[in-house]
Each structure stands twice: as C-alpha cells, then as structure tokens.
C-alpha cells in the first residue's frame, strides 16, 4: 500500500486551520509535507511484508531446546484511539522446537506491528502468535512495558505510569517454572 502523500498534506493543513493556525505562518508553511512524511514512516506497518522482514532467516535442525530470549527492544506505536504515541521495552522469548530465528529478526517483528495504528494488548499477541507461527516452538512469551501519552498528557494525566501486557503460549503458559525463568533473565519479579 503506498501512501497518498498529497492528501495527507490536504488534511493536516485543513486540521491546522480547524485547531485555529494560520498555515501560511512561516513555522507551518511546511508542516504539512513533514506530517506526511512522518506518517508515511510511523506507519510502514502496514506495507511492511513479513517474508521479507524474517527473509529466510529461519534456520531448520538445530539441537538448541533451551530458552533464547531477546530483551529491552525499544518499540514505538500509535494508540489507535487518539493517533498519540506509546512506546516502551518489548520482551521476546521462546523455546525452539527444532527451528530457530536469526536474533535479528525478532525486534524486526516486534517494529512491524508496532508501525501500525494499535493497543498495547493486540500489538502484544500479534508478535507472539507470530513467532508461534513461523516457528512452532514449544512455547512463546512476550512482554511489553509501555508509557501511553494519551495517559500522560490527556485524560488522566498521569504521568509515571506503565502498561504491562503479556502474552505466553505452550510452556510458558502451562509451566510455573518455564514463565518465572523468563520472568528472571527479564528482570521481572516471579508472578
């Protein structure tokens, strides 16, 4: 899907002058462009194609049956409900069931779901019942922390607070012992 560059000029120069600017002023006689253009990024999601993001880099055979997990990836999302950020530390886990993922791929995923319009909670599953997909491990866990600006600077404000999501699958659902040693090499105290 490409954008429409030119009309999401059109309607952010039409939303400066409903919120009462004038959009001939020098500091906005570009802002349009530069909103298109900055959505035309927070947004790739959407044109983003999961084969090319993974791009063969699932490898078969492999002895490994031991947890890999990879920790603190940065994410950046748009709340689907008021188009503000969230953004926070995605945590990714799994134990490979003959099938493993360069480790490179992984924040790669987690950074296509993220550059769409979300909620913390589906942006959370999506990349868990992915990895399950791609892979069939035994078990998936993600984690995601984030702070909401349509929480913080709106609303409620409330200004340190986090939103805490998971989402486990296969072992780190049914075992204790599997998701509180996920919760360990996070940092997270055992639930």
Known sequence: MTMNIKKIEEITSVLLKE???DVTREGLVKT??????AWEYLARGYSTDLDDVINKA???D???SEMVVVRDIE????????MLPFFGKAHVGYIPN???IGLSKIPRLVDVFARRLQVQERLTRQIAYTLKEVLDPIGVAVILEGRHLCM?????????SFATTSAMIGEFHDEVET?????SIIGLKNL
């Open 58 to 60: 699932i490898f078969e």
């Open 152 to 160: 913080q600077m709106r609303g409620v404000e409330k200004q340190n």
């Open 179 to 183: 998701r509180n040693e996920f919760f």
């Open 19 to 21: 919120i009462g600017e």
């Open 75 to 82: 994410f950046f999302s748009m709340c689907e409900h008021h």
């Open 62 to 64: 492999e002895e490994c």
């Open 32 to 37: 349009p462009n530069r909103v298109a253009r």
């Open 98 to 100: 003959g099938k493993i």
